[in-house]
């Protein structure tokens, strides 16, 4: 089960488990199952930018050592 799906199943019982005492409990924390699941997602879109391949990080090594043999003046 992935995450979403948890997610969704999480607030599915939640909203089976609404009554008129406790909605505003419930909702609240259906709320906050939103905003982490948003955020989770957030996360992994910036996680998986930053990621680097072996071609990106030698490339990253070549131009660092170009730029330490020629220093600015």
């Known amino acids: 089960m992935s ?5 969704a199943w ?4 939640l909203t089976d488990l609404r009554t008129a005492d406790n909605q ?4 609240s924390v259906i709320k906050v199952l ?3 699941q948003a955020e989770i997602e957030s996360l992994r879109g910036s996680m998986e930018g930053q990621l680097w391949s072996p071609t990106s990080w ?5 131009a660092r050592h170009a730029g330490q043999d020629n220093p600015k003046a």
């Open 3 to 7: 995450e979403q799906d948890q997610t």
């Open 10 to 13: 999480a607030i599915q019982a």
């Open 24 to 27: 505003v409990v419930i909702d």
């Open 34 to 36: 939103d905003d982490q």
């Open 58 to 62: 030698h490339q990253d090594q070549q």
